[in-house]
């Protein structure tokens, strides 16, 4: 019941802040598509979950939750394959857009170094081949296909308003998508309230913004993948 309750004040809060959004701006907004991506988020929260622990686990030998994660990245898969949303133009191709990677390519790196010398600073504990092998694959294919991609696109497509800013178009939808990605992790409902842990969202809403650009710039979901797993697992390799 919690964790239905969370997603309800999560679209809630979606839903109000697009709303206001478009009525500041109503010439560009297409309502069916916000109401599309929350949605999208409501299919996206009952894979990870396996239907609120309706369906058997049946990876339960591992910690992590590698079956909520399959679920939700076939989920997001069948949904970028539909006709009006499509692989590649959600950015699931390995082409990338002509002349980004020059400038691209460097900001991954840096990225990769900051979380490189963290890891290198500060250990952490032995990690299991289990441990490795998820950070290494679900985390950035999962989350960077849905908020990435098809999320993405869908509230792009809400909000058809853009500002041009270090060489791509900034839209509404690429704000949203990243405040979305970090009340994944640091919005919830328990113990009969609502909270928000403000550094859990920081750490995650504005790594995600990178994460956006390197979308928008190369058109590809690729590097966006690369960063995310590098970020997730490169403490247990080193």
């Given at each position: 019941m919690n964790a239905l309750i969370g997603l309800f004040g999560t679209l809630s809060l979606l839903l109000l802040a697009g709303g206001l959004i478009g009525i500041l701006d109503r010439r560009r907004f297409a309502p069916r598509w916000l109401l599309l991506a929350a949605l999208l988020v409501a299919?996206?929260?009952?894979?990870?979950?396996?239907?609120?622990?309706?369906?058997?686990?049946?990876?339960?030998?591992?910690?992590?939750?590698?079956?909520?994660?399959l679920l939700a990245l076939a989920g997001s898969l069948a949904i970028a394959a539909l006709p009006i949303f499509g692989w590649r133009r959600v950015g699931l191709t390995l082409a990338q857009?002509?002349?980004?990677?020059?400038?691209a390519v460097p900001v991954l790196v840096l990225y990769c170094a900051f979380f490189l010398a963290i890891a290198l600073a500060f250990p952490s504990e032995p990690a299991s081949g289990d441990d490795i092998a998820f950070q290494l694959t679900m985390p950035g294919l999962e989350e960077e296909i849905f908020y990435r991609g098809i999320l993405?696109?869908?509230?792009?497509r809400a909000f058809a308003g853009r500002v041009r800013f270090l060489g791509v178009e900034w839209g509404w939808g690429a704000v949203l998508s990243c405040l979305l990605f970090g009340m994944t992790h640091a919005f919830g409902f328990s113990d009969g309230h609502f909270s928000l842990d403000p550094l859990v969202m920081a750490l995650t809403a504005l790594p995600a913004f990178i994460a956006v650009w390197l979308r928008l710039r190369t058109g590809s979901l690729l590097l966006p993948i690369v960063m995310h797993n590098f970020g997730n697992a490169v403490s247990m390799v080193v």
């Open positions: 299919i996206n929260d009952a894979l990870l979950t396996r239907f609120y622990g309706t369906m058997p686990n049946l990876l339960a030998g591992s910690d992590w939750n590698w079956q909520g994660k857009a002509p002349g980004s990677l020059r400038s993405l696109f869908a509230l792009d």
